[in-house]
């Protein structure tokens, strides 16, 4: 088993930025891709980054490209998300998911609580 905590969400202005963090526990965290997915309301769960287990791989939605940045710290049993120049559209809940890789919520076993990002205009 795997348990996930996001933190780090929260009310951010357009333009500003936010780092999500995902603390992982129960099993070796450098054995599994990590992905970071998102759910507005009214909408599906979406993709938003992946990693490979030793970070080296990365893949992100078109949407967040150039913007977001995916990253783990192995030895805190951490992945990261690092959100830049926030807009509007953004503006969901966000999860973050063990066991991947890949770019569909099915490819992943274990899910955190979602942590809630909004970004006003």
């Known amino acids: 088993q795997v348990q996930l905590v996001e933190s780090g969400g929260g009310l951010v202005q357009a333009g500003g930025s936010l780092r999500l963090s995902c603390a992982a526990s129960g099993r070796t965290f450098s054995s599994f891709a990590m992905g970071w997915f998102r759910q507005a309301p009214g909408k599906e769960r979406e993709f938003v980054a992946a990693?490979?287990?030793?970070?080296?791989?990365?893949d992100y939605a078109d949407s967040v490209k150039g913007r977001f940045t995916i990253s783990r710290d192995n030895a805190k049993n951490t992945v990261y998300l690092q959100m830049n120049s926030l807009k509007p559209e953004d503006t969901a809940v966000y999860y973050c998911?063990?066991?991947?890789?890949?770019?569909?919520?099915?490819?992943?076993?274990?899910w955190g609580q979602g942590t809630q990002v909004t970004v006003s205009s």
């Open positions: 990693d490979s287990w030793d970070g080296d791989t990365t």
């Open positions: 998911a063990a066991e991947g890789p890949g770019a569909t919520p099915d490819e992943y076993d274990y």
